[in-house]
């Protein structure tokens, strides 16, 4: 037998098995639901048994697939005479038989908890052979709008458009938002132009007469939010003022700056100057003693050593040899500083008679006096 002849027979079968039995769901009315979440719905599947209906009772709640080629998923089941009502994990807790006993004729379902996933098509299927009914409904979960937030995009200054605006952040569309004013006489503007799908209210060519209270209200099919705010129109900034103060403070930093670089350059060079100073040379400073100590010492050591070296002959040309190293003698810083005598001082006598040669035949030794600068010092 072909394949399609075999279908046929089938679906003919079927039709006239619904046609004898008595089986029937009785419920009427809307097909569709409108929810918001968190809120409860009922799905109603009422339904009637006749006596040629004798075989064993079954009601299945299913969410019907968007696409064909899917299959359809069972949301909760009765069969056996026992519920199913954890069968759908993702409602598991949340879908419930409304009748504590179906069988006598009441398959309805209740939803709580609401999710906006919860939207979509639910079909229930009662079957009790050889009868089998089904009855679909569309169940639509709207989210009600959030709390809106109410602020000024733009410049709030006077003579500009003032742009208000009001935004939910969630809720199903369509969104509508309405604006009034709660202060003064209530009114609007002349010159605003409303949004009602976007949420703006544009007030164009602003004055201070529109400052005041405005509230905004966001609505949909389930539910409706509000915010409130205050606009003040401000004039607008005196701008001559704000360009002179902003001179004026570059002035004064210029000011300061050109300051303490002129007091960085003078302590700079203050500095420099004293370290000069230290490392100057000064004439007027007198030698050092121990200098002075060591010349007169190598003059005495050196008279004395002459005078040794005579001999007890020589003895008689003594005082003529002291008178001559009276102008060896090294002077000190008082007779340095004591201006010189007028007077020239008398030539020792016997000059021919103390010369070089005369000192050596008489056995003098000849001594060598270091020379000397004008303030003592050996050179």
Not at 61 to 90: F, H, K
Not at 349 to 364: F, H, I, T, V, Y
Request: with cysteine.
């Amino acid at each position: 037998m072909e394949p399609w002849i075999v279908r046929v027979c089938c679906l003919l079968y079927s039709l006239l098995a619904g046609v004898a039995s008595g089986l029937e769901i009785t419920t009427t009315g809307q097909t569709s639901i409108e929810k918001a979440s968190g809120q409860s719905a009922k799905l109603d599947c009422q339904f009637t048994l006749a006596a040629e209906d004798s075989g064993p009772l079954d009601i299945e709640w299913s969410l019907v697939a968007s696409d064909n080629q899917q299959e359809d998923t069972v949301v909760i089941l009765y069969s056996g005479d026992r519920a199913y009502e954890d069968y759908y994990a993702p409602m598991k807790g949340r879908v419930h038989f409304t009748s504590s006993d179906p069988k006598n004729g009441d398959g309805s379902i209740n939803l709580t908890g609401l999710k906006s996933a919860d939207s979509g098509t639910y079909q229930c299927k009662v079957k009790k052979a050889p009868g089998i009914r089904s009855r679909k409904m569309n169940l639509i979960v709207m989210v009600k709008p959030a709390k809106p937030r109410c602020y000024a995009e733009s410049s709030t200054e006077e003579g500009k458009d003032v742009m208000l605006r009001c935004l939910s952040s969630e809720g199903t569309n369509p969104l509508k938002y309405t604006w009034e004013r709660t202060s003064d006489n209530k009114l609007l503007p002349a010159s605003a132009v409303l949004d009602p799908v976007g949420g703006t209210i544009n007030v164009k060519n602003a004055s201070a007469s529109a400052s005041g209270t405005y509230r905004c209200t966001v609505s949909n099919r389930v539910g409706t939010e509000e915010c409130v705010m205050h606009l003040k129109v401000t004039p607008p900034p005196n701008t001559a003022g704000i360009v002179a103060g902003t001179i004026i403070a570059i002035l004064l930093i210029l000011l300061i700056i050109a300051i303490i670089l002129y007091c960085c350059c003078r302590a700079r060079h203050r500095k420099k100057y004293e370290k000069e100073i230290c490392n100057e040379i000064r004439e007027d400073v007198p030698p050092p003693k121990s200098r002075m100590s060591t010349a007169r010492s190598i003059t005495v050591g050196s008279q004395r050593s002459s005078l040794g070296s005579m001999s007890p002959s020589n003895l008689s040309n003594l005082h003529d040899y002291a008178l001559k190293t009276q102008y060896d003698k090294i002077p000190t810083t008082e007779e340095y500083e004591r201006p010189p005598s007028r007077v020239p001082l008398p030539p020792p006598p016997n000059a021919s008679k103390m010369a070089g040669p005369n000192l050596s035949r008489m056995g003098a030794i000849a001594v060598m006096i270091p020379a000397q600068n004008r303030d003592g010092s050996i050179v």
